[in-house]
T-cell receptor, first 118, second 112 residues
Framework: DTEVTQTPKHLVMGMTNKKSLKCEQH?????MYWYKQKAKKPPELMFV???????INESVPSRFSPECPNSSLLNLHLHALQPEDSALYLC?????????????????FGPGTRLLVL | SQQGEEDPQALSIQEGENATMNCSYK?????LQWYRQNSGRGLVHLIL?????REKHSGRLRVTLDTSKKSSSLLITASRAADTASYFC????????????FGSGTRLLVRP
């Protein structure tokens, strides 16, 4: 299984709602990532989990709260979002956060969750 | 901040023609990767080239890397309508880095 799955595909939420995005992989990868992508822009890294521990938080506002319950699952909890948070949220995984030589490895991406905040 | 800048930003070609996209980056790297993204979907890894490699091929794809100029190019030969997508280069930041930093992307349109 070489797939990263993400649910839901689409999400519409109000600014007072609480929702969660889910990401799953069964490739045995030990690094998982959340990215945010606005239209016609490249993905921007939000969080990196390495061996189920948060290793990078790219100064993301606290209204985004990541969680890694186990090595296959990654969640992103959303609360009190703003309309400017509307974007495509991508999850990715890789064998490890960095190779033996410290090099970045190939990342496998899910199809994304398109989020609209009203 | 973005590590890589790509040009052109957009490229429109006829099916069967070759497409060349360029990527420049700022810091030393361990490797450089190219990804494709179809219409707001997830990214698909195409090819990885290490800093000690100069050229790499995969099917109709040819990637070159010039570390002295901090640049890379992706050539797609004999393009097909199905190649229509956005293409991103991505680099680490050298050293031991958990981060993959994406370039600005090139939107390729292959006309049938």
């Amino acid at each position: 299984d070489t797939e990263v799955t993400q649910t839901p595909k689409h999400l519409v939420m109000g600014m007072t709602n609480k929702k969660s995005l889910k990401c799953e992989q069964h490739m045995g990868h030990r690094a998982m990532y959340w990215y945010k992508q606005k239209a016609k822009k490249p993905p921007e890294l939000m969080f990196v989990y390495s061996y189920e521990k948060l290793s990078i938080n790219e100064s993301v506002p606290s209204r985004f709260s990541p969680e890694c319950p186990n090595s296959s699952l990654l969640n992103l909890h959303l609360h009190a979002l703003q309309p400017e948070d509307s974007a495509l949220y991508l999850c990715a995984s890789s064998w490890s956060p960095a190779g033996l030589a410290g090099e970045q490895e190939t990342q496998y991406f899910g199809p994304g969750t398109r989020l609209l905040v009203l | 901040s973005q590590q890589g800048e790509e040009d052109p930003q957009a490229l429109s070609i006829q099916e069967g023609e070759n497409a060349t996209m360029n990527c420049s980056y700022k810091t030393s790297i361990n490797n450089l990767q190219w990804y494709r993204q179809n219409s707001g979907r997830g990214l698909v890894h195409l090819i990885l080239i290490r800093s000690n490699e100069r050229e790499k091929h995969s099917g109709r794809l040819r990637v070159t890397l010039d570390t002295s100029k901090k640049s890379s190019s992706l050539l797609i030969t004999a393009s097909r309508a199905a190649d229509t997508a956005s293409y991103f280069c991505a680099t680490d930041a050298g050293g031991s880095s958990y981060k993959l930093i994406f370039g600005s992307g090139t939107r390729l349109l292959v006309r049938p």
